[in-house]
């Protein structure tokens, strides 16, 4: 079974199953990227801050599958909030993946407390966008109020919102708000790194189904409608989060998945994050 799309509010088609490269070493990521686009992923999601984007362009010139088959997105990095700094990022991003033109750019953190508006960080995006070498724009790690205030004062609605959400940090306030506003949710961690994969009613779950733990709460991200991209660099587990396009969770799996919600987040807080590197 084929990886279905989710339409942006643009009109952009983006596959609901993609591949993280976060925490993929620089000089492991073409092989990386490589290996799972042979495995059939079409959508890759890096950042600057990742430090691996030569290695994402160069697996894709090497697996031979065309460019414009592949969803590539990236993120400007924290410190790099400034107008002037966010063009000349943007520009360097696609001259390290080789490429004319990015799929989606996000802003990869509000960064609250730093010296640069996100406001101002987001008319940057804006202008990248109409510069028309980039397919759409979003942000990352946005709370509602973050976006109230793009939406009073800046032209151009975020296609998505890539947050942190998995079995133990449900988000389905801020998940409810962006659809409210025709912002596509795109999760991170989904499977907490690891942490939520020991959970007995997920492991129940995965018996029942045969299916592995893994698969179970990728597959409730896939039916809660977010687009989702596991991060993994061993082959058998590339494999095993590609293949969850031919079972389904039922509606009491759904709820006892939701059920496990503790407010429990595994990365920063975005209210109090303002690392740059
Ligand atoms: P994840 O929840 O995808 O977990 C990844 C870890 O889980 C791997 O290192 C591996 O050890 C383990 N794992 C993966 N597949 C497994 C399987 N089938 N069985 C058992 N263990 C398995 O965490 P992540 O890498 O933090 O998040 C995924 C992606 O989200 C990242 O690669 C990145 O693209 C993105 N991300 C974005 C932000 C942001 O601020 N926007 C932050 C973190 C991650």
New binding site residues.
Partial sequence: ASVPTIRLTNGVEIPQLGF?????PPEDTADAVASALEVGYRHI???EM?RNEKGVGEGIRRSGVDRGDVFITS?LNNGLHRRDDALRAFDQTLADLGTDHLDLF?V??PLPGIDVDYVETWKAMEEIYAGGRCRAIGV??FQAHHLRRLFAETEVRPAVN???V?PYLAQDDLRAFNADHEIVTE????????KV?DDPVITTIAEQLDR????VVLRWHVQRGDVV??????RS?VE??FALFDFELDESAMAAITGLDRGER??PDPDTFNYIP
Avoid: C, M
Wanted: a neutral charge.
């Fill in positions: 993280g490269v976060y925490q993929v999601d890096t950042a990742y993120k996000l990869h953190w990352s790690n890539q947050i942190e998995h999760v991170w961690s989904p499977i907490a790194q690891g994969l592995t733990p893994a698969q991209f596991p991060k993994s660099v061993t587990r095993e989060n595994t990365g």
